[in-house]
């Protein structure tokens, strides 16, 4: 099974409710990318802002957190309706506790790393994560390209989790995901494919959702 979770990073923020109704139908998930201008040198929303956002959405919400102090800034979503929040590990002084309070919310808990995060700094705490979240691009900005050089710790990452029966523990892909590049995602192991620019910037955003179903299904 795969997952497509378009981000509205690319879409109209004035105009959210419709921009999400585009896609509504086709998806599976919303990728909501919450950044503080600290962790990365953007802004897109402030916790009110984005729990509303969470409230309002009718598709499952991905929330990924690309700020800072994550271990205490994750508080306000933990009480969302959030489907799964994701943390960077470069951001947590604590992760294994930053996780567990976020599962203890009742939702999953995800970890992010960097393209230059070696993979193996997710390895010993598998168990305490229900999705691991590869960055194939610098975290921060839409529209990047694909970075391929990222995929083997795609590759790793699943062989881990096939190795140690953990069936239930997502590998999702942010940043530069597209009719191009979902298939190598996929054949690499990963699952949820986050995409902003390709949905987002096409005259047919639910299309592009389908299709790249379509093409990672037949991976």
Not at 25 to 36: G, K, R
């Amino acid at each position: 099974m795969i997952r497509i979770a378009p981000s509205i990073l690319n879409a109209n923020f004035d105009d959210l409710p419709n921009e999400i109704a585009k896609i509504a139908s086709v998806a599976d998930l919303l990728h909501l990318d919450v950044m503080d201008n600290l962790f990365v040198p953007n802004f897109t929303f402030s916790p009110e802002r984005a729990t509303q956002i969470i409230t309002d959405s009718p598709l499952p919400v991905d929330v990924h957190l690309m700020i800072a102090n994550a271990d205490t800034a994750v508080a306000p979503y933990l009480t969302s309706k959030a489907l799964s929040i994701t943390v960077h590990l470069e951001a947590c002084d604590d992760p294994v506790s930053t996780l567990r309070s976020i599962r203890g919310s009742g939702k999953r808990s995800g970890l992010a790393i960097k393209p230059n995060t070696p993979i193996e700094s997710v390895e010993e705490i598998l168990e305490e994560i229900d999705m691991i979240l590869v960055m194939t691009v610098e975290p921060g900005f839409g529209g990047q390209s694909f970075m391929e050089s990222v995929i083997p710790k795609v590759e790793r990452a699943r062989h881990w989790i096939t190795q140690r029966g953990f069936d239930d523990l997502w590998i999702e892909v942010d940043g530069g995901i597209s009719l191009d590049t979902i298939a190598i995602a996929r054949k690499a192991g990963a699952d949820t494919f986050v995409a902003g620019s390709s949905v987002y910037k096409s005259d047919n955003p639910a299309e592009v959702v389908t299709q790249l179903r379509a093409i990672g299904e037949t991976v």
